[in-house]
């Protein structure tokens, strides 16, 4: 009987090979909660941030998600005159999907990472003045992978997180930063590396928008992207490395909240950039794509009111 039992674990290890146990690391941040309604309105409350780090060497497959908290919106102000209260700040987000031990592969790496919103300022009661609105989280990601036996296929995406709405003579918030890096090494024959293959993957948060805007009010800016690679091949292996940002789009004049969109600026979009962008291979083919697009400036309504 014992022979027999002997025989079946090793036929069933013989059919499924070693187990690998994927590192998948899921991190998100609570909300804020809302501020509450008062003379003046309630504060927003924080978001968390959020870090998430899947590194087991003895993985093949390590996957990092991080999405933070945003921040609560500003209690409204319940009298008149009362002034909105100010939104919450929001959490930032940091993702790092690394294997470095260079004595597994083939390897799968990804990282993402997602700011929180920024809380918008609570309206203010009739001929009050709004709340302070708060900007979006940044958002952090980073791949670092060396393998020496098999290949690497890598990603780096998010967004950062977008500013909170100005109500009623104040400024919307400024969309925060989106920013990755990926440094991939393999060595041997035919052990390739592919980073980033498709569209846009790192955004800057957009900014946020203004409703009942006086003179001089501006709608907040869009946040800034920027992604760096570096692919290094050490043998005839090929190397794709392509990075694409994209800025965030500025906040625009609105109307809602029962007011008109009123006089303000539309925000400005967020500039996108590239890092260190980079690929080499001891006799393999080398494909590098960067792409850049800033991101689109916010419209001005004339309408009515929402």
Known sequence: MKSNLRLLLLT???????????ATVTVSGTNGSPGTPGNPGGPGGTGSAATATANIAADA???????SGNG????????????????G???????????????????????????????????????GTGGVAAAGGNATASVNGTSNVGSITASVA?????????IGGRDGAAGA?????????????????????????????NGGNIFGSISGNVAGAGGAATLGATGTASANSSVIVEARTQGG????????????????????????????????SAGGDVSLIGQIQGGSGGSIDTGSTG
Do not use: E, K, Q
């Open 177 to 205: 930063v989106f920013s990755g890096t990926a440094a991939l090494l393999t060595g041997g024959a035919g052990n390739g590396i592919t980073f980033n293959t498709g569209g846009v993957t790192g955004f800057g948060g």
């Open 89 to 127: 700040a929001a959490g930032s987000a940091t993702a790092n999907a690394t294997n470095t031990s260079g004595t597994v592969g083939p390897l799968n790496l990804s990282a993402t990472a997602n700011g929180g919103s920024g809380g918008s300022g609570g309206a203010p009661g009739a001929g």
């Open 72 to 87: 609560g919106d500003g209690g409204p102000g319940n009298a008149v005159g009362a002034a909105g209260g100010p939104g």
């Open 12 to 22: 069933a290890l013989l059919v499924l090979g070693p187990l690998v146990h994927a």
């Open 249 to 280: 789009s500025g906040g625009s004049v609105a109307n809602g909240f029962g007011l008109n969109a009123g006089n303000g600026n539309a925000g400005n979009g967020g500039a996108a950039s590239l890092g260190t962008v980079t690929g080499s």
């Open 61 to 67: 497959t390590n996957s990092a998600t991080a999405t």
């Open 158 to 166: 998010g967004a950062a997180g977008s500013g909170g709405s100005g």
